[in-house]
């Protein structure tokens, strides 16, 4: 019994530290504020989503760039030549994954914006701040995964120049 | 004589049973799609949506540029220079959007909702 009531309590208590978006409370002049701003929150909403949007697709497209016209060729180009990399094979296969999170982290993301612009900020301002602090931890999820295909591009780019190196040191 | 009745009655069952099919398969396969344009998150992306016209094009110009490397020939020291231009080219590009996901858009600042007095504050 002791055993069953202490797993659940580490259980609950590991949940609650985890949690990332744990509600707080807004004291009463923020959520007037909220009350009041309400038209002009949602229209900077609009605006953050129709930008958020507009960059995915052009990142999106960048990215589908460098692993399909670049990196992808230039790995069969190796192979062809018996010069295969695994490193530059393991840098495409990092790319490929990340771009996958970098898609799902996106599509999250917009979900719960939606949701935000739906939320009544008028008469619920701290069920509508609790939604925002949801959306922000998404946001930065996708600036994460930005970040993370960032390195591994950077990593592709120091691997060529050290194959460049090699070539001229007739290796 | 009495299937010769019973014909033109028969077949107007069945053709409400057509109707009433192929509406619940066309109702079915549109729900269906929804849910899939909805779950891959493609609804997002579509910008023929309402409201989703754009007044600024200048991504959509440097998009329709793709950089290509050929996955024939042979690997020389000129070759790799022409594929670190190309890649140069497209890591500039996604260096210059960098910033678009910061979180300043969404902070309590940018929404006017900021409490100066010691209050609860949660921006980020």
């Known amino acids: ?171 | 004589m009495a299937d010769s009745q019973n014909k033109p009655i028969r077949g107007r069952r069945n053709l409400i049973i057509l109707a009433a099919g192929s509406g619940f398969i066309a109702l079915a396969t549109t729900v269906a799609s929804l849910q899939i344009y909805r779950a891959t998150g493609d609804i997002y992306l579509d910008r023929s949506r309402p409201g989703y016209i754009f007044d600024d094009e200048k991504h959509s110009e440097e998009d329709d540029q793709k950089e290509s490397f050929s996955n024939e020939g042979e690997i020389t020291v000129e070759s790799l220079d022409e594929y670190l231009k190309e890649l140069d080219t497209v890591i500039k590009r996604v260096d210059d959007s960098a910033n678009d996901y910061s979180p300043e858009p969404l902070s309590d600042d940018s929404l006017g909702i900021s409490v100066d007095n010691g209050e609860f504050r949660d921006d980020i």
């Not at chain 1, 994954?97 to 009544?120: G, M």
């Open chain 1, 1 to 171: 019994m002791r055993k069953t009531f202490a797993l659940v309590s580490a259980v609950v208590l590991t949940a609650t530290m985890v949690n990332p978006v744990s509600a707080k409370t807004l004291g009463e002049e923020q959520k007037g504020l909220i009350s009041a701003n309400c038209s002009s929150i949602k229209m900077q909403l609009k605006t953050v989503e129709k930008y958020g949007s507009k960059s995915r697709q052009h990142l999106g497209a960048q990215y589908e760039s460098i692993l399909t016209n670049l990196i992808m060729n230039l790995n069969l180009r190796l192979v062809k030549n018996n010069r295969a990399s695994s490193e530059i094979a393991e840098q495409q296969n990092r790319l490929s994954s990340e771009r996958e999170t970098f898609k799902r982290s996106f599509t999250e993301y917009s979900r719960e914006l939606e949701s935000l612009k739906n939320s009544d900020c008028k008469s619920d301002p701290q069920q509508f701040y609790d939604k925002l602090r949801t959306v922000r931890d998404k946001r930065n999820e996708i600036s994460d995964s930005m970040q993370r295909i960032r390195e591994i591009i950077g990593q592709h780019r120091e691997s060529v120049v050290k194959l460049q190196e090699e070539l001229r040191d007739g290796r």
